[in-house]
Protein backbone atom coordinates (compact mmCIF):
# COMPACT_ATOMS: atom_id res chain seq x y z
CA UNK A 1 0.00 0.00 0.00
CA UNK A 2 1.41 3.59 -0.88
CA UNK A 3 2.00 5.79 2.30
CA UNK A 4 -0.79 8.29 2.61
CA UNK A 5 0.49 11.90 3.74
CA UNK A 6 -0.19 13.03 6.81
CA UNK A 7 -3.83 14.85 7.36
CA UNK A 8 -5.46 12.61 4.12
CA UNK A 9 -7.74 9.88 4.35
CA UNK A 10 -6.35 6.21 3.20
CA UNK A 11 -7.89 5.56 -0.18
CA UNK A 12 -7.53 9.24 -1.46
CA UNK A 13 -4.88 11.85 -2.66
CA UNK A 14 -4.87 15.52 -2.10
CA UNK A 15 -2.69 17.92 -3.71
CA UNK A 16 -2.33 22.02 -3.56
CA UNK A 17 -2.75 23.61 -6.65
CA UNK A 18 -1.79 27.82 -6.75
CA UNK A 19 -2.32 30.05 -9.47
CA UNK A 20 -0.67 32.78 -10.51
CA UNK A 21 -2.83 35.64 -11.32
CA UNK A 22 -0.46 38.47 -10.46
CA UNK A 23 1.79 40.40 -13.06
CA UNK A 24 5.04 38.88 -11.10
CA UNK A 25 6.47 35.35 -11.20
CA UNK A 26 7.57 34.89 -7.50
CA UNK A 27 10.28 32.21 -8.35
CA UNK A 28 12.30 34.19 -10.37
CA UNK A 29 14.13 35.67 -7.79
CA UNK A 30 15.92 32.19 -7.41
CA UNK A 31 16.08 31.63 -10.80
CA UNK A 32 13.65 29.28 -11.18
CA UNK A 33 9.97 29.28 -13.70
CA UNK A 34 7.94 27.60 -11.07
CA UNK A 35 8.14 25.55 -7.54
CA UNK A 36 10.84 22.77 -8.76
CA UNK A 37 9.68 20.54 -5.67
CA UNK A 38 6.99 18.31 -5.84
CA UNK A 39 4.08 18.18 -3.16
CA UNK A 40 4.62 14.39 -1.70
CA UNK A 41 1.00 13.28 -2.56
CA UNK A 42 2.39 13.46 -6.07
CA UNK A 43 6.25 13.11 -5.81
CA UNK A 44 5.54 9.60 -7.91
CA UNK A 45 7.32 8.65 -11.21
CA UNK A 46 4.32 8.07 -13.35
CA UNK A 47 2.92 11.62 -11.78
CA UNK A 48 5.88 13.85 -12.70
CA UNK A 49 4.69 15.54 -15.84
CA UNK A 50 1.42 16.01 -14.41
CA UNK A 51 3.21 17.61 -11.41
CA UNK A 52 4.94 19.62 -13.56
CA UNK A 53 1.94 21.00 -15.42
CA UNK A 54 0.39 21.81 -12.09
CA UNK A 55 3.39 23.77 -10.75
CA UNK A 56 3.67 25.41 -13.97
CA UNK A 57 0.28 27.59 -12.99
CA UNK A 58 2.07 29.40 -10.13
CA UNK A 59 5.18 30.16 -11.99
CA UNK A 60 4.74 33.04 -15.28
CA UNK A 61 1.38 34.52 -14.62
CA UNK A 62 -1.85 33.28 -15.93
CA UNK A 63 -3.34 35.89 -18.67
CA UNK A 64 -6.13 34.15 -19.81
CA UNK A 65 -8.36 30.91 -19.39
CA UNK A 66 -6.73 29.77 -22.98
CA UNK A 67 -3.24 29.75 -20.98
CA UNK A 68 -4.93 27.75 -18.56
CA UNK A 69 -5.99 24.99 -20.74
CA UNK A 70 -2.76 25.20 -22.47
CA UNK A 71 -0.74 24.83 -19.41
CA UNK A 72 -3.24 21.82 -18.43
CA UNK A 73 -3.22 19.75 -21.60
CA UNK A 74 -4.28 16.44 -20.99
CA UNK A 75 -6.22 17.01 -17.52
CA UNK A 76 -9.65 16.66 -17.68
CA UNK A 77 -12.14 19.04 -18.22
CA UNK A 78 -13.43 19.40 -15.11
CA UNK A 79 -10.48 19.67 -13.99
CA UNK A 80 -9.70 21.85 -15.88
CA UNK A 81 -12.46 24.22 -15.90
CA UNK A 82 -12.67 23.95 -12.06
CA UNK A 83 -9.33 25.72 -11.89
CA UNK A 84 -10.54 28.50 -14.15
CA UNK A 85 -12.85 28.92 -12.33
CA UNK A 86 -11.26 29.48 -9.00
CA UNK A 87 -8.49 31.86 -11.08
CA UNK A 88 -8.50 35.20 -10.09
CA UNK A 89 -6.61 38.12 -11.74
CA UNK A 90 -4.51 40.10 -9.74
CA UNK A 91 -3.98 37.35 -6.99
CA UNK A 92 -2.40 33.99 -6.33
CA UNK A 93 -4.99 31.70 -5.82
CA UNK A 94 -4.40 28.74 -3.76
CA UNK A 95 -6.82 25.76 -3.54
CA UNK A 96 -6.74 21.80 -2.05
CA UNK A 97 -7.87 19.72 -5.16
CA UNK A 98 -8.76 15.71 -3.46
CA UNK A 99 -9.64 12.60 -5.72
CA UNK A 100 -9.79 8.79 -5.00
CA UNK A 101 -6.86 6.98 -6.05
Do not use: Y
Not at 6 to 17: C, R
Amino acid sequence: MDPVPAGTEPGFTEFDVIINGTEDNVWLRWNLRHNPFPQESLARAEWAAAAQQIASLDGEPVRSPQDIRDRLKGFSPEFIEGCISRWQPGQRTQFTVRFPR
